[in-house]
């Protein structure tokens, strides 16, 4: 199984902080992660997959980068509406995997 | 607008079966792809099985031979038989769609359900 490993696991930040969070996966999974937005008691929300395709209706503050093994999530701009926990997730091979999340709080 | 809504979790005892389902509105299930992700504080987010349009399915080993997807047309609802349950097994368990828009990718899931709890305990 392909392994993702998220980094860091805790973040505490203010509004207005640029925000990076990063996945590194254990094999090549080409572009094949997506990112997730999960809130206490929520499903997760789709943010962006394809490793940089923004999903629709979610804000330009958010952006995906990466290939191969290293992936990087970026708030440029962190509103009070994303302190949430991120998830990454492979879709390169079965099983699908994701990683352990990144809890961002309010610092 | 879609819609998934599942039903059918529960407390059970270690060994015991439990039929999970997810009521889908807004698409058809059969022209889906669909899934079931369960979790857990501690172990986190895991894909446990999918299920094509074309009726292809795919399990996590975990609950390979354990676990059964599939799906009633006519209803418009996923099912998830899960047999010789686990404490392990214990979780929220998510059903999730691949398509958005009449376009399907496998592995981008763009729809969840709120999801329905299963605890395994004696």
């Known amino acids: 199984d392909i392994q993702l490993t998220q980094s860091p696991s805790t973040l505490s930040a203010s509004v207005g902080d640029r925000v990076t969070i990063t996945c590194r996966a254990s094999q090549t999974i080409s572009s094949s992660l997506a990112w997730y937005q999960q809130k206490p008691g929520k499903a997760p929300k789709l943010l962006i997959y394809h490793a940089s395709s923004l999903q629709s209706g979610v804000p330009s503050r958010f952006s995906g980068s990466g290939s191969g093994t290293e992936f990087t999530l970026t708030i440029s701009s962190l509103q009070p509406d994303d302190f949430a926990t991120y998830y990454c997730?492979?879709?390169?091979?079965?099983?699908?995997?994701f990683g352990q999340g990144t809890k961002v709080e309010i610092k | 607008e879609v819609q998934l809504v599942e039903s059918g979790g529960g407390l059970v005892q270690p060994g015991g079966s439990l039929r999970l389902s997810c009521a889908a509105s807004g698409f058809s299930v059969s022209t889906n792809y669909m899934s079931w992700v369960r979790q857990t504080p501690g172990k986190g987010l895991e894909w446990v099985s999918v299920?094509?349009?074309?009726?292809?399915?795919y399990y996590a080993d975990s609950v390979k031979g354990r676990f059964t997807i599939s799906r009633d047309n006519s209803n418009n609802t996923l099912h998830l038989q899960m047999n010789s349950l686990r404490a392990e097994d214990t979780a929220v368990y998510y059903c999730?769609?691949?398509?958005?828009?009449?376009?399907?990718?496998?592995?981008?899931?763009?729809?969840w359900g709120q999801g329905t709890l299963v605890t395994v305990s004696s």
């Open positions: 999730a769609s691949y398509c958005s828009g009449g376009s399907c990718y496998s592995g981008v899931i763009h729809y």
């Open positions: 997730q492979q879709y390169n091979s079965y099983p699908y995997t």
């Open positions: 299920i094509y349009s074309g009726g292809s399915t």
